[in-house]
Each structure stands twice: as C-alpha cells, then as structure tokens.
C-alpha cells in the first residue's frame, strides 16, 4: 500500500474513531456511557448520525423500531443495495466502540466515495436501534424488525419503570402501527458489519483485522429458585428453604459444565435475592444464565444438564425451580461468497488473512435470516469489551477502512 493511500485511511480512521467518542458522551448516566434502547439519548445520537448521513449525500429516515437508516442511491437505478452498520444502543457502562465504530465505519466509506469510485449498486447504512437487549431483556429489536422476525407479543413488555416497548416507541415520537413497514423489501446483495473482536485472539496474534466466518449460537434463559422468606435470627438452618444458597451451588456448577466442555462459555450475568434484607431469609433468587457454541447440538445438550442440575438442587434443598428462555437463536455460518469477498480484499490490502469465529452475538446472525452476510473484526486492544476501558489503535481502523474500500471494489 503506498504512503498516500495509508494517510488518508489514517485520516478516515480518526474521523471514525473521534465521532464514536463523541457518541460516548451520549449516556443516560453523568460518568459512564449507558444508551439504552429508545432512551432521550438516542435522540441526541440520532441528530449527530443523520447530520453526518445527510452530508455524505445520504437520504435518511428512521423506521419505527428506531432504526436510523441513511440511503445512498448506486450509480446504476434499481440495483441492488449493499447493507452496512450496526448498532447504536450500547450495555450499561459501555466503551466508546462496540457497535458505534460499526456504524461509523459504514459512513465512513461511504464518505469516501465520489463519481468516479461510487458504485452501481445502492448502499444503506443500517444504525440498529436494538442489539443488547438491556433495556426490555431482549436482544435485537432493530434488526429483528428489519428481518421481519420481530415478535408481536414482545411489544407488551416492560422495563423497570413498568413502560412497554409499544409505549417507549410512542414516546420517541414513532408509530408502532408502522412495524411491518420498517421491514426490509428491496433486492439487497448483502449485509456487511464492521466489529470489533470484543476479545483478544487480534491482540495474542499481533493482527488489525480478522474474517469472522462463523457466529456461536446462544441461549439465554432466566431461572428461579423459590423457597421460604423468614426471619435470619430465629429460623434454624436445618428449617430454612433458603434459595441465596441455593443459586450459589448452582452457579457453580454453571461454571465447571463450562469449564469440562471445550468451546463452550456459560455466564451468571446478575441475580437477584428478594426481600433483600440483612436480616431476613432469601425466599426467591432469580438470575440470568448465558450459554454460548458455534456448535447448536453442544450448546443444547450444555443448557439441558445444566437446568437437570438445577432441578436436583432444587428437590433436595425442598425448593421449586423455574426458568424461562429469553433468547435462543441459532449459530450463523456467514455466507462463503462473501466471506471469501472479504479475505480476499484483507489479503489485497496488505494484511494477513485470520479466519475466526465470534462467541458474541451481532445483528449480522439476526439479518442472515434475510440476506448473505459477512464480518470483519477490527482488534480489541488487551480484548477489552463491554466496559469503559474499551479501545480501539487508530493504525487498525485504518486497516479496516483499507478492507472496506477493497471489499467494494471486488463487489463491484
């Protein structure tokens, strides 16, 4: 690659990686970055994204689930339309990237486009409304909604604050009468994400970018163990149904399953013991439960022992034990087409091709329901993720501005 084609993806980069610090300021919370699904930050993150949409020449709307959505037309009429983005909510005390550096990489591109270098095909810049699921327990609204796959009854939902999902969608100033029409109904060639890794395989390997050819499928579930609530002073231990202990022997056994099984990632993300009190007896403890595999069969037979292992302590302890499932989606081989599109423009633009898997989730799993798909990790520095020491080097945005500009002229 010669000098000044490295300068201005240097530049791009930067530009890139200013804007999604910019965004991080953005938060429901003073000191840390917490944006939330169809919370009065995302307006503000709205404003800034479709300014900078509208300036590359993009037409803008948003659909009714809140997804930002910027078009710009191909050079040929009627062709087909290449998707890229990602998402713009983020988990609570997020960094600056997961998701937003996806978004601003698609714009980015974009912007660098003129007459000569514009495509045939059109290109939509997607910023999901959706992705973590922090705010109704549900993950990927945005894009299910695009796909079509959103499910009616999740409307009904509530947060913390007893809101629905059909009343937060009132409040942002949407119409959830217009859901069906967010769906995507054009001819589209494919749908593109820009990621980081959000873990260290890059970084052990010393490489900017990866070819992600795989997407682990993941249950997520919330469990209940319900016992007695008493009081901590007079009940004795051999008369207690106490569910806090309960929980906690179970919790690890999460961890030893997925310790024994190769590949295999289970996480108790939170519990909560009710009433809560010092001196009272936890009669109910609920918590989340994880479950990760690129192999669907694993995953499933990893979920059964574990919940068979709840049960059993359960019985004995003289408790119920109840769960629900949140999410249960699939693994997702992206497409072969467009994943040798992208090693191919890695290798083109002067770096080494590493061909991995993600054990997290992307809307990328959502939209192959719809269309061909394909990644491109950009490396997590010490792979920190989901946390505000998240980062990303200049020098690897660039690297992954290069690999967007070669993977669209090989499209082409």
């Not at 942002?172 to 890794?197: M, N, T, V």
């Not at 037979?301 to 249960?328: G, M, T, Y």
Request: charged share 25%; with cysteine.
């Amino acid at each position: 690659m010669n000098m000044m084609n490295l300068r201005g993806s240097l530049d791009v980069a930067k530009r890139a990686v200013d804007r999604c610090l910019m965004l991080a300021k953005l938060s429901e919370e003073e000191h840390q970055t917490t944006r939330t699904f169809l919370t009065p930050p995302m307006h503000e993150a709205h404003r800034l994204v479709r300014g900078w949409m509208e300036d590359a020449g993009m037409t803008v709307t948003v659909d009714a689930i809140g997804n930002l959505r910027g078009l710009l037309q191909g050079a040929r009429s009627n062709a087909p339309l290449l998707l890229m983005g990602s998402h713009l909510d983020t988990v609570p005390g997020a960094g600056a990237f997961d998701g937003v550096l996806g978004v601003m990489l698609g714009l980015s591109l974009v912007e660098t486009l003129d007459d000569q270098t514009r495509p045939e095909f059109g290109i939509e810049i997607i910023a999901f409304s959706e992705e973590e699921g922090v705010r109704f327990g549900v993950p990927f609204l945005g894009s299910k909604a695009l796909t079509g796959l959103l499910d009616p009854t999740i409307l009904q939902r509530l947060d913390a604050r007893g809101i629905t999902v059909t009343q937060a969608i009132r409040d942002f100033g949407l119409d959830p009468g217009d859901l069906k029409d967010a769906e995507f109904r054009s001819k589209a060639l494919g749908y593109i994400e820009f990621h980081i890794e959000q873990g260290p395989v890059l970084d052990s390997l010393n490489l900017p970018v990866g070819v992600v050819e795989a997407i682990a499928g993941q249950t997520r579930l919330e469990v209940r163990f319900e016992g007695k609530t008493n009081h901590a002073g007079t009940t004795p231990m051999h008369l207690r149904r106490d569910a806090l202990p309960a929980a906690s022997e179970w919790i690890i056994e999460v961890e030893r399953e997925a310790t024994a099984t190769p590949g295999l990632v289970a996480t108790v993300g939170w519990i909560a013991a009710k009433p809560g009190a010092a001196n009272v007896i936890p009669g109910e403890v609920r918590a989340s439960l994880d479950v990760r595999h690129q192999d669907d069969s694993i995953r499933s037979s990893s979920v059964r022992r574990i919940l068979d292992c709840a049960r059993a302590i359960a019985e004995r302890r003289r408790l119920q034990f109840k769960w629900e499932v949140r999410q249960e989606q699939a693994a997702v081989s992206c497409d072969s087409a467009l994943t040798e599109t992208m090693a191919r423009s890695v290798e083109t633009a002067g770096y080494p091709v590493h061909r991995m898997v993600s054990g997290a989730g992307h809307d990328a799993m959502v939209m192959a329901s719809r269309m061909p798909v394909a990644m491109l990790f950009v490396r997590s520095p010490a792979g920190i993720s989901h946390h505000s020491d998240e980062s990303v080097r200049i020098e690897d945005v660039a690297s992954s501005v290069d690999v967007g500009r070669q993977f669209l002229r090989h499209l082409e």
